[in-house]
């Protein structure tokens, strides 16, 4: 299901009708996150944000394992694997699990490091910890107060930031902004726009970062060829759509779909006959992609589609490279 887009304008009818159910929510989601959470005995840098759908968290815990090590550590990424069956804690194998079982981001974050799939984010931080970890990054998890943290920052989408405001059901707030922002050490505005200033107003003496999805070059020169036709089910769909338009990849054709959308073979054969009769590149995203890997109904697609890696850039490197430091002390 996708996200409705009254939770990106301006409050209206429809959120004026949800806003009671949105202030229980809010009150039930502040109360929880205000618990205190247990200590892993070693840090824990969690990367959340306060929206419902995609900010860009994942790219941003890949860049934060490279500081990471960078400083001497040895990090762990820890996520609850959403979309796959896998309770945990279970220590994910890139090359033999699959997206059903562990979810699409912990494979992305296994290619980069050792990375642990826990519903129980307590018992995974020790899990990670008997491994060898010295210090867990955390993929989500800023409601979640099981796990005490070291160091969090909150992702927040420069063009879309928090919508119209409202707690859910009737806006995109996983809990009222003043108790998350309350949990919160850092922020990070990711892209360019004026979305993210009702947040960063409010971000007293928090560091505001900034940073930037860059396409992987290589990728970019290939997809220039010929026109695409892109497909995406993550959070904010048209988000990757500009990230290949501003890269100047040509856009003939584009398909959304829900945040972490299985595709089914009848889809699946859609984009592989679609973009054959128009002669078009298949491009999506590194999440969409790992979606499909070990499904066979889905083998076509697979290979046929172009994924198109990003890297989160941040332009104040320094300033984090500090508070990652601060918190391994």
């Known amino acids: 299901m996708r996200e409705p887009g009254f939770w990106w304008r301006r409050p209206g009818l429809a959120s004026s009708l949800l806003a009671p159910l949105g202030l229980a929510y809010g009150s039930i989601a502040a109360r929880r996150m205000a618990k205190p959470g247990a200590f ?4 824990v840098i969690c990367v959340g944000n306060f ?7 994942t790219p941003t815990a890949l860049m934060l394992v490279a500081l990471l090590r960078e400083l001497g550590a040895t990090p762990f990424c820890l996520t609850r694997g959403y979309g796959g069956s896998i309770e ?9 699990d699959n997206a059903a079982q562990v979810g699409d981001e912990a494979l992305l974050l296994a290619r980069a490091a050792p990375t642990v799939v826990a519903r129980d984010r307590v018992l995974g931080a020790a899990f990670a910890k008997a491994m060898g970890a010295s210090v867990v990054a955390m993929d989500d998890g800023l409601q ?24 859910f059901p009737a806006g995109p707030l996983r809990a009222p902004l003043a108790a998350q922002m309350a949990r919160c050490d850092a922020l990070l ?6 979305g993210a200033r009702r947040v960063t107003s409010r971000a007293g003496a928090r560091p ?16 220039r060829a010929r026109p695409v036709l892109a497909f995406a089910g993550i959070g904010d769909p048209d988000k990757f759509f500009a990230t ?10 584009r398909r959304a779909f829900a945040d972490h959308h299985r595709f089914n073979a009848e889809e699946a ?16 995203t590194e999440k969409d992609h790992a979606r499909m890997t070990g499904d066979p109904a889905l083998a076509a697609l697979a290979a046929k589609a172009h994924a198109l890696p990003v890297t989160m850039v941040v332009e104040e490197k320094e300033t984090l490279r500090a508070l990652l430091a601060r918190a391994l002390t």
Do not use: F, Y
Request: overall charge negative.
């Open 189 to 194: 505005v990711v892209g360019d726009g004026e």
């Open 51 to 57: 929206t419902l759908g995609g900010t860009g968290k």
């Open 208 to 223: 505001v970062l900034h940073g930037r999805l860059m396409p992987d070059e290589a990728a970019v020169t290939a997809l």
């Open 244 to 253: 290949v338009e501003a890269s100047g990849i040509e856009i003939a054709q």
């Open 40 to 43: 892993a005995g070693i840090p």
């Open 144 to 167: 979640n107060p099981s796990l005490a943290k070291t160091l969090t920052i909150a992702v927040v989408d420069g063009r879309r930031g928090i919508g119209n405001g409202e707690v």
């Open 88 to 96: 945990g804690p279970h220590r994910v194998d890139a090359d033999q």
């Open 269 to 284: 054969a859609e984009l592989v006959m679609a973009a054959e009769h128009d002669a078009l590149a298949l491009v999506t």
